[in-house]
């Protein structure tokens, strides 16, 4: 079984830029995380969907940063413009469900570079 | 669960050695509790957790971790531990009938011949 699947693995930009990122979660999984990795921290929840719809997205920095996650499947995060501060790794992971019960399965990240 | 700390930012132990990585958390309600293991260039990989039950919860490669509710611990160990168990390991809480999951910092476990 194919795991959680991100691209780029890396990315390299200047700031003021637009920069979007891309998950394909586990088959039949509903709910699907993007989390944000600063170095030397653990991953921080940016949003959460439990199928197409944006359930809990109160860390997401709206002004800049939005995600879709058309027909409850693939997801896509976009920052614009981005910012010296967001170089970071950003985390996609998915589950059957949403409670925090629940096992994550997470991709091998995007790892951005802001110069 | 309010906050994951993780005690230690890097553990070095030699091969064979035991291991203790702690991990506490803080919370009002009750908790499920996760160890995640991060190799390198890949992603978090569930290593064990306890959601009810037992309160020692073992995963297939020997490592084994205890729920203490009284020390809102959680320290996971392993008595001899092997290089291929280089990685960062995540302590990661999350309340009972909730659907946040707060993660720790991480502990740098790095396993020397």
């Known amino acids: 079984e194919a795991g959680v699947v991100q691209s780029p693995r890396y990315k390299i930009i200047e700031k003021k830029q637009p920069v979007a990122f891309w998950c394909n979660p586990i088959s039949g999984h509903n709910t699907l995380y993007w989390y944000l990795q600063n170095l030397g921290q653990g991953p921080e929840l940016l949003i959460r969907y439990e199928n197409e719809e944006a359930v809990d997205d109160s860390q997401l920095p709206k002004d800049r940063f939005s995600a879709e996650r058309l027909k409850g499947v693939d997801s896509t995060l976009k920052i614009q413009p981005a910012e010296l501060g967001d170089s970071a790794v950003y985390l996609c992971?998915?589950?059957?469900?949403?409670?925090?019960?629940?096992?994550?399965?997470f991709g091998p990240g995007t790892r951005l570079t802001v110069l | 669960a309010q906050s994951v700390t993780q005690l230690d930012s890097q553990v070095p132990v030699f091969e064979e050695a035991p291991v203790e990585l702690r991990c506490n958390y803080s919370s009002s309600v009750s908790v499920y509790l996760f160890w995640y293991v991060q190799y390198p260039n890949q992603g978090l990989q569930l290593l064990l957790k306890?959601?009810?039950?037992?309160?020692l919860v073992e995963s297939i490669n020997g490592f084994e971790a205890e729920f203490n509710k009284s020390q809102t611990s959680f320290h996971l160990r392993k008595p001899s531990v092997h290089i291929s168990d280089t990685a960062e390991y995540f302590c990661?809480?999350?309340?009972?009938?909730?659907?946040?999951?707060?993660f720790g910092a991480g502990t740098r476990l790095f396993v020397k011949a």
């Open positions: 992971a998915s589950s059957l469900g949403g409670g925090a019960g629940n096992e994550q399965f």
């Open positions: 990661a809480a999350g309340n009972t009938g909730g659907f946040k999951t707060i």
């Open positions: 306890y959601l009810s039950g037992s309160t």
